[in-house]
């Protein structure tokens, strides 16, 4: 029995990525209310359950690649990793968002040899 599995978690760890690259779609944005009494956005995607609490770099990431207009990020893809990051004073595993790479638009060849 894997113990994390028992008690899962409402938002999206570092450990979650297992150490690799995740290409996930964005579903929608929320405001939560945190365990501090804070209200925080949220980001939601496609096929997880978790949802990633969002800090200002990774708002500011979003921000940068789709606008200011949480309500305009639905259906964009994104790149989640596993990165150092400094947390109060610590250095720690957290999650940081990119932009996802950019699929090549399908070749027309007009001039088939055959």
Same mark, same amino acid.
């Given at each position: ?8 978690? =409402? ?7 297992? @150490?690799?690259?995740?290409?996930? =779609? /964005? ?7 945190? @365990? ?14 978790? @949802? ?14 789709? &606008?200011?207009? =949480?309500?305009?990020?639905? &259906? ?12 109060? #004073?610590?250095?720690?595993? #957290? /999650?940081?968002? #990119? ?16």
């Amino acid at each position: 029995m894997n113990i994390r599995e028992q008690f899962p978690s =409402t938002w999206l760890k570092a450990s979650d990525l297992n @150490g690799s690259n995740h290409t996930v =779609t /964005i579903e929608r944005v929320e405001s939560a209310k945190m @365990g501090d009494d804070t209200t925080k956005p949220v980001v939601y995607f496609q096929n997880r359950n978790a @949802g990633l609490v969002l800090n200002k770099t990774n708002a500011a990431i979003l921000d940068d690649l789709f &606008g200011p207009e =949480t309500e305009s990020w639905s &259906g964009k893809a994104v790149v989640m990793r596993s990165e150092k990051v400094s947390f109060q #004073g610590q250095i720690v595993d #957290g /999650i940081r968002l #990119g932009a996802a790479a950019e699929q090549p638009a399908p070749q027309i060849v007009d001039d088939v040899p055959f």
